[in-house]
């Protein structure tokens, strides 16, 4: 999964890092997807006009943003925020694992999946990292990262991973 996700290297708790990786592995698994055809799986599937980047380079993406923002929040407000940086770097790499299983492929076409007609990622995602051992934090993240979790108190970590991703969706006209 390095090779996939080089921000894994940057997971300093060793068990988090492998939970990381295996949730990866296991949705892709899951998913039915094979190594040829990750860097053709769409980020999204609600732009239509156009190309959109992979799933693997936006993970990528939304993860770095992520750190990135981390380090100036941490910086600028020391004395009134703490941020878990394992937590927030597994939660941007995992925050759309559950799209290897909302989304198939058919025909050659990737689309929604029978589970994903029913299951939007957020749920999915969750759903296999709770039952993979991941922390109840990196769930939240999985959980809260779109809409799902306009409901609930999201934590600092989450709040960061929600608006790298959606920085990242809408400059890419979502």
Same mark, same amino acid.
């Given at each position: 999964?390095?090779?996939?996700?080089?921000?894994?290297?940057?997971?300093?708790?060793?068990?988090?890092?492998? #939970?990381?990786?295996?949730?990866?592995? !296991?949705?892709? =698994?899951? &998913?039915?997807? /094979?190594?040829?055809?990750?860097?053709?799986? @769409?980020?999204?599937?609600?732009?239509?006009?156009?190309?959109?980047?992979?799933?693997?380079?936006?993970?990528?993406?939304?993860?770095?943003?992520?750190?990135?923002?981390?380090?100036?929040?941490?910086?600028?407000?020391?004395?009134?925020?703490?941020?878990?940086?394992?937590?927030?770097?597994?939660?941007?790499?995992?925050?759309?694992?559950? #799209?290897?299983?909302?989304?198939?492929? !058919?025909?050659? =076409?990737? &689309?929604?999946? /029978?589970?994903?007609?029913?299951?939007?990622? @957020?749920?999915?995602?969750?759903?296999?990292?709770?039952?993979?051992?991941?922390?109840?934090?990196?769930?939240?993240?999985?959980?809260?990262?779109?809409?799902?979790?306009?409901?609930?108190?999201?934590?600092?970590?989450?709040?960061?991973?929600?608006?790298?991703?959606?920085?990242?969706?809408?400059?890419?006209?979502?």
């Amino acid at each position: 999964m390095q090779n996939l996700f080089p921000e894994l290297a940057q997971i300093k708790d060793g068990g988090l890092r492998e #939970k990381t990786a295996a949730c990866i592995a !296991e949705a892709i =698994k899951r &998913g039915g997807w /094979k190594e040829a055809d990750l860097d053709n799986i @769409p980020f999204t599937l609600l732009v239509k006009d156009k190309s959109v980047p992979s799933l693997i380079l936006h993970t990528r993406a939304v993860t770095q943003c992520a750190i990135k923002m981390a380090e100036i929040i941490a910086k600028s407000y020391p004395e009134y925020l703490k941020i878990d940086q394992d937590i927030l770097i597994s939660g941007g790499l995992l925050h759309d694992v559950g #799209k290897f299983l909302e989304y198939g492929k !058919e025909n050659g =076409k990737v &689309g929604k999946s /029978k589970q994903g007609k029913i299951l939007r990622h @957020p749920i999915s995602g969750a759903a296999l990292a709770y039952e993979l051992g991941l922390p109840d934090e990196v769930v939240h993240i999985i959980a809260c990262h779109s809409h799902e979790g306009d409901h609930v108190k999201r934590s600092i970590e989450a709040i960061i991973i929600l608006h790298a991703d959606f920085a990242n969706f809408e400059a890419l006209g979502g």
